[in-house]
């Protein structure tokens, strides 16, 4: 895919897109925070769209970009698939994960791949949280707090870092 794929936000949308999807994000962090322990299974979809949302703001505010429609999750990862590679945001983004090598054991192999391995991972924990309830991919307390605090909040972290 690549960017003919994406649409481009109208000037007059954008400021009305960006509010949205940065109140998104933080209110999916607020929720999967506070329903980690009673509430684990929705605690871990709301993680994951919280680093999907962050992701579409950093797109549209970077790139003016705008995702939307049917395979948007999938588009959303090819499109930062395709910024990253940008010379000075790869840069910066190498700088940011080398701060997080402690969680990011993988950061120096994978570079600039991190952000949309992560974000896979974090869709393919949102889909066996909302669609493959069984014993094998139970979501408990332990395992959300472990998928927030090493993926969703370090990712969200990386992310703000490149919209500075």
């Known amino acids: 895919m690549n960017e003919e794929h994406w649409n481009r936000l109208p000037a007059t949308e954008k400021e009305q897109y960006l509010t949205f999807h940065r109140t998104a994000f933080e209110e999916d962090m607020r929720h999967a ?3 980690a322990l009673d509430f684990p299974r929705w605690s871990v979809i709301s993680g994951y769209y ?13 790139y003016d970009i705008k995702i939307g429609s049917l395979d948007a999750h999938a588009k959303t990862i ?7 590679k940008d010379g000075a945001l790869k840069q910066k983004l190498l700088s940011l994960l080398a701060e997080a090598s402690d969680i990011y054991y993988d950061a120096e192999r994978l570079k600039e791949r991190t952000l949309p391995t992560l974000l896979r991972k974090g869709r393919e924990e949102r889909r066996k949280a909302r ?3 069984d014993a094998a991919n ?4 332990q395992k ?3 998928f ?3 993926i969703v909040k370090p990712y969200v972290k990386i992310i703000r870092g ?3």
């Not at 919280?50 to 970077?62: P, S």
């Not at 090819?78 to 990253?84: D, G, K, N, R, T």
């Not at 139970?138 to 307390?141: H, L």
């Open 33 to 35: 925070e506070k329903n």
């Open 50 to 62: 919280c680093m999907h949302d962050i992701t579409k703001l950093f797109l549209a505010k970077n």
């Open 78 to 84: 090819e499109a930062l698939e395709h910024f990253i």
């Open 131 to 133: 669609y493959y309830a």
């Open 138 to 141: 139970e979501v408990n307390a």
């Open 144 to 146: 959300t707090l472990y």
């Open 148 to 150: 927030l605090d090493t």
């Open 162 to 164: 490149l919209m500075d």
